[in-house]
């Protein structure tokens, strides 16, 4: 059975730079786009995860509750026939949460491959559930820091990349940890096969603009948008919404809603405070 990764809750914000809880101790250096703050599974997904977890866990990480991919390790198109039993197309999803849309993308394609990657325990537990039940073939799910999996993929062998949703980082100060950064878009990049996307969704207005600043002036990706989105064309902190919207903004090209994402009870939240969806393309060129 694939042992449930653990992680003690961190103090301050400072220790979240050294391991995000996990026992391998990253240097400080590292900066993660997470903080775990793993603890006891309840009932119902516990039992998920003793069922399922066999099943649909990749068995990539440097050992028990380590985030860290184990050395030596290569995500190839062999080792995606070794998991998957054939060579479909192989879809990333990022940040997958609670399993939501992953699932149900897997559920709907079974001519595609699946790959959920997510750190915390309840929404890996969940992920496993959902597909358990459903007794999907298609979908697998790994437990590890994402953007050190990126560097150990072949060259070609993903179809698409999903982030949808990701911790938006609202202090500037930790702007650095927002996942989308030009070091993994780079890596996606390669690990994309010739034309692969790379589908990007957000709710928050400042994080839309960090993409933007990331990706549209990066070579090798083409924005795919069709929309135009007004967005201030400054940043600014937590809390401080309302100055945004007195900055100067900015037209900005955007994509429609990608008909493949679910809506998820964190967009339906989303939706239900005013916020607008940002959605992006990016296509591999």
């Known amino acids: ?23 391998s101790g990253h240097p400080l250096h590292k900066v993660l786009s997470f903080v775990r703050r793993s ?6 997904l516990q039992r998920a995860w003793d069922a399922f977890a066999e099943r649909y866990m990749l068995d990539v990480n440097a050992g028990e509750g380590s985030l860290d ?3 030596g390790f290569v995500f190839d198109q062999a080792y995606v026939r070794e998991i998957w039993g054939n060579g479909n197309p192989l879809v990333v999803e990022i940040g997958s949460g609670q399993g939501e849309n992953v699932v149900a ?17 309840p929404g890996v537990a969940h992920t496993l559930l959902l597909a358990g ?3 999907l073939s298609n979908i697998r799910v790994a437990q590890v820091n994402a953007p050190e999996l990126f560097k150990v993929m072949a060259d070609g062998v993903a179809a698409e990349v999903w982030t949808f949703f990701p911790d938006p ?3 500037k100060k930790h702007h650095k940890r927002r996942i989308v950064q030009e070091g993994l878009a780079g890596e996606i990049r390669r690990a994309l096969a010739d034309g692969g996307a790379w589908r990007i969704a957000t709710d928050i207005e400042d994080y839309a603009l960090h993409v933007h600043e990331v990706m549209d002036g990066l070579e090798g990706w083409r924005n795919e948008g069709g929309l135009t989105a007004s967005l201030p064309t400054g940043h600014v902190g937590k809390g401080n919404a309302e100055l945004a919207a007195e900055m100067p903004h900015a037209d900005f090209e955007e994509s429609e809603r990608f008909d ?24 591999k060129v």
């Open 1 to 23: 059975m694939t042992e449930r990764a653990t992680g003690s809750p961190e103090t301050n914000e400072n220790d979240a730079l050294a391991a995000g809880g996990s026992p």
């Open 39 to 44: 603890g006891r599974l309840d009932a119902r």
């Open 105 to 121: 993308a897997a559920a709907a394609h079974p001519e595609t491959n699946f790959l959920a990657l997510e750190v915390y325990d």
């Open 69 to 71: 991919v184990r050395p």
């Open 133 to 135: 039940k459903q007794e």
């Open 169 to 171: 980082w609202p202090k």
């Open 260 to 283: 493949g994402r679910v809506l998820t009870n964190f967009e339906k939240k989303g939706l239900a405070a005013g916020r607008i969806i940002h959605d992006f393309t990016y296509r």
